[in-house]
């Protein structure tokens, strides 16, 4: 599959206040420091990134509300074990000190995990923090890994009722599922469908097109398919949002079957205005989305 680096755009292993990855480590067997260096030695990219942030505010009936959505992946490091933790640390308002909200683990889809908080501001700056946590022999290993817009830390505003929700980085995944569609057949064979994978992306864009999509295929990558979507199709999470897009897509990929029986790997893509492509492929091991499943 060919395939753009993801630039580092949405990650960074940086801590928020400065330049070096804050670790704390219970020194023990030397033979486990060597194996714990060279698994995490191994990782390219930090497994780390925000998928998006949705702001809300509003007000009904003399109640009003306000609050952000944020959702993030984790890359689930398999081989690795340990636990994960994330929390978003945002700014308190009026002036007041960064605090940190827990974020829910919403599902783990092998590869990947989301992570999800409903923090109640609509208007604030954050970053995103994920702690992993490895015990053996007796012997405790956190680090601390951070998205922080590369040093830039996210922000989501308000401003007359138009949300402008900053997402983390160009484009990404925010649900896929791979389903059979029942079609007309011949009376013996009642159940004869089409199988499809479809699902929503989210790309940051000022433009008045978007290019973006998947590119998908269901042989581990002999063959491949891009599916575009087109900004008509687009719509910023419903809030009138001037950065954000939120696009849907959908392919066939299997005809005139008895039951769904196709996996699908993809990974989504964008591409700006001057040309230069940006893709989410789930920490450079893909989307994978089995028949009948949905994902994250």
């Known amino acids: 599959m060919i395939r753009n680096s ?57 109640v009003s509300w306000s609050y952000s959505d944020i959702y993030v992946h984790v890359d689930s490091m398999d081989g690795l074990g340990g636990s994960w933790g994330a929390v978003v640390h945002h700014d308190g308002g009026a002036g007041g000190s960064w605090i940190d909200t827990p974020m829910s683990l919403v599902g783990h889809y092998g590869t990947h995990m989301l992570f999800y908080a409903r923090v109640p501001r609509a208007r604030m700056r954050f970053a995103i923090r994920a702690t992993w946590s490895y015990a053996v022999s007796g012997m405790t290993t956190t680090r601390d890994y951070w998205d922080n817009n590369g040093g830039a830390d996210y922000s989501v505003i308000v401003q007359g009722g138009a949300v402008d929700g900053i997402v983390g980085g160009n484009v990404g995944l925010v649900v896929a599922s791979n389903y059979c569609r029942t079609v007309s057949g011949l009376p013996a064979i009642p159940r ?10 989210v790309v940051q864009s000022t433009a008045p097109s978007v290019v973006a999509g998947i590119r998908v295929t269901t042989d ?51 591409r700006d205005a001057l040309g230069r492509e940006f893709w989410d492929n789930n920490f450079e091991q893909d989307y994978t989305v089995r028949a009948g499943g949905t994902i994250r």
């Open 220 to 270: 581990n990558w002999r063959h491949f398919t891009d599916i575009p979507v087109s900004s008509a199709a687009s719509y910023g999470f419903g809030y009138g949002s001037a950065q954000v897009r939120v696009c849907r897509f959908e392919q066939r990929i299997g005809t005139r079957m008895t039951k769904p029986n196709r996996t699908a790997k993809f990974a989504v893509y964008f």
């Open 192 to 201: 004869l469908c089409n199988q499809y994978v479809a699902g929503t992306l």
């Open 6 to 62: 993801l630039e580092g755009r949405w990650m960074s292993p940086f801590n928020r206040k400065g330049n070096n990855m804050k670790r704390s480590i219970t020194w023990g067997v030397v033979v486990v420091l060597a194996w714990l260096g060279s698994s995490l030695s191994a990782m390219a990219q930090s497994p780390l990134r925000l998928v998006f942030a949705a702001p809300i505010e509003g007000a009904a009936g003399g």
